[in-house]
């Protein structure tokens, strides 16, 4: 005859381990979102470099995360809200208006001069390395529109031609486009892998991340 039976003693500690571990489950898992995002911050950080041509540091450090509590087990990435142009280079769509293009209209206005409707695009001699206005330009037109004189800015058509209206300026006997008003609306393709590159890091270091907390965590609770 075999006999078995279980120490009663075994089955408490048994029920004790259970009980600290879905205690503490909550928590580790908390942690390991946590740690997670953070991979998902920086592994989105390194993507800038591969997606964009000499991404400048405001691009590189567009990524903000929002952090789990052990109540509320969801933790979330996304682009800063002051950085609205990763939504169209993310999934495509139509180039939204640019802040510089207000600010030049405002200056023909200013001096009842208007521009067609439609978006005002640099060309490469207003571009900086990323392919954005190269910011010094702004103040360099406004101190110098309307002048005459070699390196003079105007805001209009020129004349003779069939020349686009935009921002040009005068050199050496000819005229050189800044700004340009296209009548077709600019649209980006989709750029940045967002998803791809967040998804694949999720996949991962997740596992890692928990089960790592969760040793950490039934260390504590011993």
């Known amino acids: 005859m075999i006999t078995i039976k279980v120490d009663s003693r075994g089955v408490n500690r048994a029920q004790a381990f259970v009980a600290a571990y879905r205690n503490q489950l909550p928590f580790a898992t908390s942690v390991a979102l946590n740690q997670t995002a953070r991979d998902v911050q920086l592994a989105l950080k390194s993507e800038t470099t591969r997606s964009f041509t000499a991404p400048v540091a405001f691009t590189k450090s567009a990524f903000r995360y929002k952090k789990s509590t052990k109540l509320s087990l969801v933790a979330q990435v996304y682009p800063s809200p002051d950085r609205p142009y990763f939504d169209p280079q993310t999934f495509g769509g139509q180039r939204r ?31 900086n390395a990323a392919g954005n206005p190269k910011r010094s330009l702004f103040s360099l037109i406004e101190a110098n529109l309307d002048s005459a004189d070699q390196g003079g800015f105007f805001i209009g058509r020129p004349r003779g ?51 790592s907390a969760l040793d950490r965590a039934m260390a504590s609770a011993r």
């Open 161 to 211: 031609g069939n020349r686009a209206p935009g921002v040009w300026r005068r050199s050496r006997g000819r005229l050189f486009p800044y700004f340009l008003v296209v009548q077709s609306e600019p649209r980006y393709r989709p750029l940045f892998p967002f998803e791809r590159v967040g998804n694949a890091t999720v996949a991962r270091v997740f596992t890692g991340h928990l089960n």
């Open 97 to 127: 208006w640019k802040g510089y293009e207000g600010f030049i209209r405002g200056l023909a206005g200013a001096r009842g001069q208007s521009l067609p409707s439609g978006k005002l695009i640099p060309t490469k001699l207003a571009q």
